[in-house]
């Protein structure tokens, strides 16, 4: 319940507030996102399971959001961001899929 509150909460103060994006962040933050995504797909999967440790949920979500935002800026050092931003949404997205279904399979039973 505390964490819906505070997605709430988020959200209120966000349009409220409507905070602009650095131009500088703007590349990093859509892949930011979908690593953050991941790691919430894979944190209610371990939840489900019996298996979530909130230590490991916060490491894992932290980490995943960095090493994302650092393959993309290394890709645009490179010359090649558009590449790896599209590798690194292909790698997150299937993680994120894969962990829907292990969800919706223990939800539904199916």
Do not use: E
Not at 58 to 83: C, E, T
Request: glycine fraction near 10%; proline fraction near 5%; aromatic fraction near 8%.
């Amino acid at each position: 319940m505390i964490a819906v509150l505070g997605l709430v909460a988020g959200v209120i103060v966000g349009l409220f507030v409507q905070p602009s994006v650095p131009p500088a962040v703007v590349p990093y933050l859509p892949i930011a996102v979908v690593a953050a995504l991941d790691a919430v797909f894979g944190g209610v999967r371990a939840m489900l399971d019996g298996i979530f440790d909130d230590k490991v949920f916060v490491v894992s979500f932290l980490s995943n959001v960095v090493v994302a935002a650092l393959i993309v800026f290394l890709g645009d050092q490179l010359g090649v961001g558009s590449q790896l931003s599209t590798g690194v949404v292909v790698v997150l997205g299937i993680r994120i899929f894969s962990n829907a279904a292990a969800i919706r399979r223990h939800v539904f039973r199916a």
